[in-house]
T-cell receptor, first 110, second 113 residues
Framework: QKEVEQDPGPLSVPEGAIVSLNCTYSNSAFQYFMWYRQYSRKGPELLMYTYSSGNKEDGRFTAQVDKSSKYISLFIRDSQPSDSATYLCAMKNGNNRLAFGKGNQVVVIP | EAGVTQFPSHSVIEKGQTVTLRCDPISGHDNLYWYRRVMGKEIKFLLHFVKESKQDESGMPNNRFLAERTGGTYSTLKVQPAELEDSGVYFC???????????FGPGTRLLVL
């Protein structure tokens, strides 16, 4: 069983729509949860970081963690064409190796 | 502040050859990480340096891979001899402390023919 599962299917949405992405994980030792955004030919860049169950908002982005269900989500409100990128969930426990999901390619259509 | 840089951006080599990838972390970042993404798979951890010491190399796939970080500055990852399954994108990341955000470089795209 993979540590982190992220359905890698692409996602196309019209501009202004809400984008919803999610990951599940099997390792209950994970304490820190992240979402990275990766533009084409670039490295991943940290978008959201949280370490507790619940919601965390940053502008149009909301990260949600449910440790009891081992489930994390990212919501993008009022999506813009500039949000078109691959979104990767990542998590880690007490050591510092990140465990990534496969990523979702999101396309926001103007 | 300059970000993490990696060289080369692309490398195409034949099976059995040697390739050396280089990573320059953000200045002042003691922690340096190597990750790899092979086609169709997720990004996977290879190893973690703290300054010049290997803190965790449990993700290194086999002894054909050798990572060094001389003087605790830049790092190199050598693959010798390269195999077809080594093809992928190799990312380097750095962080000031082990608990802080890891900043990624743009990656080196390696193709082994």
């Amino acid at each position: 069983q993979k540590e982190v599962e992220q359905d890698p299917g692409p996602l196309s949405v019209p501009e202004g729509a809400i984008v919803s992405l999610n990951c599940t994980y099997s390792n209950s030792a994970f304490q820190y949860f992240m979402w990275y955004r990766q533009y084409s030919r670039k490295g991943p860049e940290l978008l959201m970081y949280t370490y507790s169950s619940g919601n965390k908002e940053d502008g149009r982005f909301t990260a949600q963690v449910d440790k009891s269900s081992k489930y994390i989500s990212l919501f993008i409100r009022d999506s813009q064409p500039s949000d078109s990128a691959t979104y990767l969930c990542a998590m880690k426990n007490g050591n510092n190796r990140l465990a990534f999901g496969k990523g979702n390619q999101v396309v926001v259509i103007p | 502040e300059a970000g993490v840089t990696q060289f080369p951006s692309h490398s195409v080599i034949e099976k059995g050859q040697t390739v050396t990838l280089r990573c320059d972390p953000i200045s002042g970042h003691d922690n340096l990480y190597w990750y790899r993404r092979v086609m169709g798979k997720e990004i996977k951890f290879l190893l973690h340096f703290v300054k010049e010491s290997k803190q965790d190399e449990s993700g290194m796939p086999n002894n054909r891979f050798l990572a060094e970080r001389t003087g605790g500055t830049y790092s190199t990852l050598k693959v010798q001899p390269a195999e077809l399954e080594d093809s992928g994108v190799y990312f380097c990341a750095s962080s000031r402390s082990a608990q802080e955000t890891q900043y990624f470089g743009p990656g080196t795209r390696l193709l082994v023919l």
